[in-house]
């Protein structure tokens, strides 16, 4: 089966800037989590859906990160504007379920804020 | 609050040594705990446990639950160059009504020397 997508790999922004990025799971997969892992850190969940309703976003910074899942399948990661600590890789896993014990993860997006 | 804590955050060893690492939590909800491999980018599975005193092996790998001490450990036997990698530990935290969210820790850094 095809493993969950993630574009773009690299990214690199000036601070102020705008960014997006795009996840595509599993077929099937009806819970999608997005997490920022910064350098020499473990994975954080920004946040999390079920389907297309989000289900836990508590440590999303909801000033500048935006996310969403519309249809239920594709989502996108939004920050606007950019501040230099949000440099890391962001990575998107996908689940058959909330109560799946296992996270299949993408290859991430690593982001560079200059 | 949740937390994952790993020790060392960093070991350097030879091949064939014998290593050990730790990880304990403090969650609210306790479901199950997970060993990943971090290579490059995307976290790989390598054990879910569950219940206490339950050793899950998989070739040189293997890693021990304890519930009541709220620990476990992963050891790898006769370490190889390909064994170098950040090895991360998760809690799977229940919730109430949509399953589950992950925390993880911030991960042990291993260096295998040929």
């Known amino acids: 089966e095809a493993g969950v997508a993630q574009s773009p790999r690299y990214k690199i922004i000036e601070k102020r800037q705008s960014v997006a990025f795009w996840c595509n799971p599993i077929s099937g997969h009806a819970t999608l989590y997005w997490y920022q892992q910064i350098l020499g850190q473990g994975p954080k969940l920004l946040i999390q859906?079920?389907?297309?309703?989000?289900?836990?976003d508590s440590q999303l910074p909801k000033d500048r990160f935006s996310a969403e899942r519309l249809k239920g399948v594709d989502s996108t990661l939004k920050i606007q504007p950019a501040k230099l600590e949000d440099s890391a890789v962001y990575l998107c896993?996908?689940?058959?379920?909330?109560?799946?014990?296992?996270?299949?993860f993408g290859p991430g997006t690593r982001l560079t804020v200059t | 609050e949740d937390k994952v804590v790993q020790s060392p955050l960093s070991l350097v060893v030879h091949e064939g040594d014998t290593v050990t690492l730790n990880c304990s939590y403090e969650v609210t909800n306790f479901r199950s705990l997970l060993w990943y491999k971090q290579e490059k980018k995307a976290p790989t599975f390598l054990f879910m446990l569950?219940?206490?005193?339950i050793e899950k092996k998989s070739g040189r790998l293997s890693s021990i639950l304890d519930k009541k001490e709220l620990f476990s450990i992963l050891n790898i036997t006769a370490t190889q160059t390909g064994d170098s990698a950040v090895y991360l530990c998760a809690v799977a935290n229940l919730r109430d009504n949509y399953g589950q969210n992950f925390v993880f820790g911030p991960g042990t850094r291993l260096s295998v020397l040929p």
């Open positions: 569950t219940s206490s005193g």
């Open positions: 859906f079920q389907n297309n309703g989000v289900v836990d």
């Open positions: 896993a996908s689940s058959w379920s909330g109560f799946s014990y296992e996270q299949y």
